[in-house]
């Protein structure tokens, strides 16, 4: 018996390549699923699980947490990126001992539109190192390809930008100061997230998702990224295959994906804190109103050969 699972994604991106493997390796298929997406922007996802024309989201879980309690009750079921994959490129080389993020005071950051989340990630950063988020100039309100554009162009002292975008930049001579992977430490980035109704389904579609997005990271971080561009190409028209496998390098050495779709509990619950101090949700949500770790846990109690997964 095949089961059709409709998925909704906020956007595309190299982020997003252990779902594409997914699909194209055939790991979904081999759990019995027949496996559709699309791309109808973050914005939308939640219309799209509401309005019966997706199962599934993928997106960022600050968006099941702001809705909570005052629209749609979704929940997050497995985790796809570990950390945030962003990277904040300075127009110069930073001067003395290297950056510091004392730098963008006086500066001006450019955010491509979107999502709150990477201001809002941003500014927990900023906090914790005692910069006064105040002092920085952003421009928030443009969309990724203009704001490309106009910082090539000069506007701008840094861009907080997405693979494989940054590492297209690097390669033009800008710089990449810092990586949010590491300034921010781990975080659900990433979410599936769904109705509850998909959750308590029978056959378990969650958790045979879960496990093929599992197995999909542990082929990720296993295998040359020098093979992953012909699977991964399509999804990524127009990426040359040496930035798309330096990308993925690049992001793989950050930490952006291991070999756990768990959702872990307490770097849920930062995360949830910095959402409150910028008034996204009034105070974190118990872990298991917003997360059912149950599909999770049953992808990884099965042992995944993470060095030959195929």
């Known amino acids: 018996m095949t089961d059709f699972v409709r998925v909704a994604d906020s956007g595309a991106g190299v982020y997003y390549a252990p779902q594409y493997l997914a699909l194209e ?3 979904f298929a081999d759990e019995g699923l027949q496996v559709e997406t699309t791309v109808p922007g973050g914005a939308r996802l939640v219309e799209y699980l509401s309005a019966g ?3 599934v989201a993928l997106g960022g879980i600050w968006r099941p ?9 979704l929940t997050a079921f497995a985790m796809l990126c570990a950390r945030n994959p962003q990277v904040l490129v300075a127009r110069r080389p930073p001067q003395g ?19 709150p989340s990477p201001g809002m990630f941003l500014s927990s ?17 443009l969309q990724e390809q203009e704001t490309a554009r106009l910082f090539r162009a000069g506007l701008g002292d840094f861009y907080l930008a997405m693979p494989p975008l940054v590492d297209e930049l690097v390669a033009e001579g800008y710089h990449a100061a810092v990586t949010l992977a590491e300034a921010g430490g781990p975080v659900p980035w990433s979410v599936y997230y769904s109705a509850p109704e998909f959750l308590a389904h029978p056959a378990q579609p969650a958790a045979r998702f879960a496990r093929a997005i599992r197995r999909a990271l542990c082929w990720l971080l296993a295998w040359d990224p020098g093979d992953m561009p012909g699977p991964l190409q399509g999804y ?9 496998a330096r990308s993925i390098t690049l992001t793989r050495q950050r930490g952006v994906w291991i070999d756990d779709v768990r959702i872990p ?15 996204l949700i009034e105070r974190p949500l118990p872990y298991r109103e917003v997360v059912d770790p149950r599909p999770a846990e049953a992808a ?8 030959t997964c195929i």
């Open 25 to 27: 390796l055939g790991f």
């Open 53 to 55: 024309r997706a199962d």
């Open 65 to 73: 947490l702001m809705y909570r309690g005052r629209l749609e009750t």
């Open 97 to 115: 001992d290297g950056f510091a993020w004392q730098d963008l005071v006086g500066r001006t950051v450019t955010l491509p539109a979107g999502a």
């Open 125 to 141: 950063i900023l906090r914790r190192a005692g910069v006064d988020a105040s002092g920085v100039r952003f421009i928030r309100d």
């Open 236 to 244: 990524l028209p127009g990426v040359d295959a040496w930035l798309l």
């Open 265 to 279: 509990e307490r770097d849920l619950l930062r995360w949830q804190e910095a959402m409150a101090q910028e008034g």
């Open 300 to 307: 990884q109690a099965e042992e995944v050969r993470c060095h």
